[in-house]
């Protein structure tokens, strides 16, 4: 029978709120939000700052939200802890709230009220809020009302990441915020560090530079887009000429519009998935045309292929692409079987890395989107893809294990529990071909009379087969 908290007393809320009788955590969280939103506000807002508890502090202060914290008096007429209250309590007045108070000792808590080297007894319990971003802007707001050396301080000293981030964010020293972008740890204190930069070329210099070969692309792209809307096109123009982060490029490459860049981008970028994407936005068939004939890449040259309107010149293309494979054939190697082909390409391709370039899932597709099954386009890829057969003298052992790198890239989430990849077959075709072979350890196979078979065959070519 579910429990009617609307007869409850105060006193048996509040018990209920602090000792919650269901061991089952998501049943004590809802017991206490339940007992909670039915508790006087002034309570509630006594709990928060007295309880060290931060279960207690994060559902007395979610049952204030929920209830509308109330004000009932001009702000000008507040004292310094009301204001603080209604910074931390009040969806609409929080940001105008902090531009009444002057205590620097609450504005600290506002911005970085963490527990760490600036918490005190009043504010420390707002941890939860920031991170979950319901009151960052606040927060912020309260840290620019700070001075330098304060937020300097902060930045440099306070343990907790969330509190240097916001004080970052009030940081107007250009030189402080540049030293952070080039040396911190933190992805997202460097970023807070980018939006204080106020010169246009000193940003500029700094996104093209080693500093960003690791960077979050997307969000250093927004920020030029508003911070510098007039020479955005520029600054994605020189990413993709210039930056040797493959993800800026990326970004960049879906935030500019000039279609002389797409096409430099799809006839000179190195990763085939920005060509891809590239391709995907040019108009001129002439262009779309040549990449079909000549890029190297398969997937690549199918992309422009798609693109080309002439239905004449598409299949005079196709045409062209059977003859050149079939003249070419006698130098690849041949497979009959799909799984002992990932198992060789993921020896030369990850593990020796002579097989490139290294098919990287992320090019062509979004691969936490796709990564719940086989990816079409990774399955088209490693089954399209043609081995030298120079490279076969390179394979002296396979070891065939679910860890290996090549199943995520044709199923991210793939838990190794289904045979999928399994190398059930090898005909004496495919196995004829490595001279240098001797060890196969498959780690991905029961004992079963196929495996025997398969054991038998392979040591009439002196190899050792274990499973």
């Known amino acids: 029978m579910a429990t009617d908290y609307s007869i409850m007393t105060q006193e048996e809320l509040l018990d209920i709120l602090i000792n919650p009788p269901n061991e089952s955590s998501y049943y004590r969280w809802k017991d206490r939000f339940s007992a909670a939103k039915l508790i006087k506000q002034e309570t509630l807002i006594k709990l928060v700052k007295e309880t060290d508890d931060e279960d207690i502090h994060s559902t007395a202060m979610r049952a204030i939200i929920t209830q509308g914290y109330e004000i009932n008096q001009p702000l000008n007429e507040m004292s310094q802890e009301k204001l603080a209250e209604v910074a931390l309590l009040h969806e609409e007045k929080g940001k105008e709230a902090i531009n009444y108070i002057t205590d620097k000792n609450i ?5 970085c009220g963490y ?23 606040v927060s912020v707001k309260a840290a620019k009302r700070l001075d330098n050396e304060t937020l300097i301080n902060i930045a440099e000293t306070h343990k907790n990441n969330d509190a ?61 887009t508003e911070k510098f809307k007039d020479k955005s096109n520029t600054v994605m123009e020189s990413i993709i000429k210039k930056s040797a982060n493959v993800n800026m490029r990326k970004e960049a490459i879906k935030l500019i519009k000039k279609q002389d860049i797409f096409i430099y981008a799809a006839e000179n970028d190195e990763n085939p998935g920005i060509r891809i994407k590239a391709i995907n936005k040019i108009k001129d068939q002439s262009v779309l045309t040549e990449i079909a004939e000549k890029d190297e890449n398969f997937f690549v040259r199918k992309t422009a292929l798609k693109k080309i309107k002439d239905k004449s010149i598409a299949e005079e293309l196709i045409k062209k692409e059977e003859e050149m494979l079939k003249s070419t054939a006698d130098d690849y190697l041949i497979f009959d079987n799909f799984n002992f082909k990932l198992a060789v390409i993921n020896e030369l391709m990850y593990n020796q890395k002579i097989l490139k370039p290294a098919f990287n899932s992320d090019d062509y597709y979004d691969s936490d989107e796709k990564g719940y099954k086989i990816a079409p386009e990774a399955k088209e890829y490693f089954n399209c893809l043609r081995i030298e057969k ?18 995520s890239q044709l199923w991210t989430y793939w838990d190794g529990e289904c045979n999928t990849f399994e190398v059930k077959e090898i005909s004496q075709k495919e196995i004829s071909q490595f001279k240098n072979l001797k060890l196969i350890e498959n780690e991905m196979v029961m004992n079963s009379p196929k495996a025997k078979k398969l054991q038998e065959m392979l040591k009439n070519f002196g190899i050792k087969y274990k499973w």
């Open 390 to 407: 120079t490279l076969a003298d390179s394979v002296t052992g396979l070891y065939i294990d679910a860890p290996d790198k090549i199943y």
């Open 107 to 111: 504005l600290l808590d506002i911005a």
């Open 115 to 137: 527990k760490g080297t600036y918490s005190n007894d009043y504010m420390g319990y707002i941890k939860e809020f920031i991170y979950k971003g319901y009151n960052y802007g």
């Open 164 to 224: 240097r981030q916001v004080a970052i964010s009030g940081i107007t020293d250009q030189d402080i915020l540049i030293k952070i972008i080039k040396t911190d740890e933190c992805e997202w204190n460097r970023q807070a560090a980018m939006e204080g930069i106020e010169d246009f070329q000193t940003l500029f210099d700094l996104v093209l530079s080693d500093t960003f070969l690791n960077e979050s692309c997307e969000y250093v792209c927004e920020i030029f």
